[in-house]
């Protein structure tokens, strides 16, 4: 299977407050269920235990266990918080994937041309996109990931199919509803 030993399921931001407390952003599909992950580890193989949670306008506000101080929860700011793959749920739906089983994963066309390679899945609000690096080494490309762009996704086989969008100046013209 494609992807990694680790699946990132969290990000530490600045400390809160003068108690240790630290700003906590999660990535998991519920947001709170994070905690219930059990012990999180760092980059560096270092565990964190969540010993509460609460909601904040766009994160969470976490005491993590060990962490009494301020200059204990700075010391933590930006660090990623990661389980092992194994610990996660299968997805429950066939349409499902974790961001980190598509990275790696070969891109091909509908005739099964390599095109490049997932590098990264993004989103920036409006949706996943992956990041395509193709096999002449040129800049990396953003394209959506939904049904239209990517029809087919086969962990077992290692790829996606991909179907490049139409530019505007190729895509067919819309007719005009004006009347004469």
């Not at 996660?88 to 790696?104: N, R, T, V, W």
């Not at 190729?170 to 009347?179: E, T, Y």
Request: glycine letters at 8%.
């Amino acid at each position: 299977m494609a992807g990694s030993a680790r699946i990132c399921l969290g990000q530490i931001g600045a400390a809160h407050g003068v108690r240790g407390e630290v700003r906590l952003w999660s990535f998991t599909a519920d947001p709170q269920a994070i905690a219930d992950y059990g012990p999180l580890e760092t980059e560096d193989g270092r565990t964190v235990q969540i010993k509460s949670l609460r909601a904040a306008k766009d994160h969470f506000v976490a005491q993590l266990k060990g962490v009494s101080d301020r200059d204990a929860a700075e010391r933590l700011t930006n660090v990623k918080l990661y389980v092992p793959r194994e610990r996660l749920p299968q997805p429950s739906a066939p349409d499902e994937f974790y961001h980190a089983d598509l990275i790696g994963l070969a891109v091909v066309d509908r005739a099964g041309a390599t095109r490049g390679t997932v590098v990264a899945v993004h989103n920036f609000g409006a949706g996943d996109l992956i990041e395509v690096k193709p096999t002449d080494g040129n800049t990396t490309q953003l394209l959506p990931f939904d049904e239209a762009t990517v029809p087919v996704v086969d962990l077992a086989a290692g790829q996606l199919v991909v179907v490049e969008p139409q530019s505007d100046e190729a895509a067919p013209k819309a007719r005009s509803n004006k009347r004469r």
